[in-house]
Nanobody
Framework: VQLVESGGGLVQAGGSLRLSCAAS????????MGWFRQAPGKERLFVGS????????YYADSVKGRFTISRDNAKNTVYLEMNNLKPEDTAVYYC????????????????WGQGTQVTVSS
């Protein structure tokens, strides 16, 4: 199984980024997908997750209204659209897969990507 994130980068506060996570080696539509983030020296935190069909999403309070998760099961890809970014959103962002929705516990995912860095300057 491989989860490969892309789309990270440096952006100014108030800007937007769209992360992608391409999955392979698993039956994508049978997995809930989640996004987590980890800032330097801090624990990995839940950002949001999406159900197997894509009909349901669940977000951390810190990103609700600013971030949107979507998925394309035909492309085995999950996305994280991030708007109105803040310096405190700076972190490495990871996607994860688990046969569960919602998936909020960073210690209980079946598969992880390698992460992509998001840096928000003030």
């Amino acid at each position: 199984v491989q989860l490969v994130e892309s789309g990270g980068g440096l952006v100014q506060a108030g800007g937007s980024l769209r992360l992608s996570c391409a999955a392979s080696g698993l039956t994508f539509s049978t997995y809930g997908m989640g996004w987590f983030r980890q800032a330097p020296g801090k624990e990995r935190l839940f950002v949001g997750s999406i159900s197997m069909s894509g009909d349901n999403t669940y977000y951390a309070d810190s990103v609700k209204g600013r971030f949107t998760i979507s998925r394309d099961n035909a492309k085995n890809t999950v996305y994280l659209e991030m708007n109105n970014l803040k310096p405190e959103d700076t972190a490495v962002y990871y996607c994860a897969a688990r046969r569960l929705f919602p998936m909020t516990d960073p210690h209980k995912s079946d598969y992880w990507g390698q992460g992509t860095q998001v840096t928000v300057s003030s």
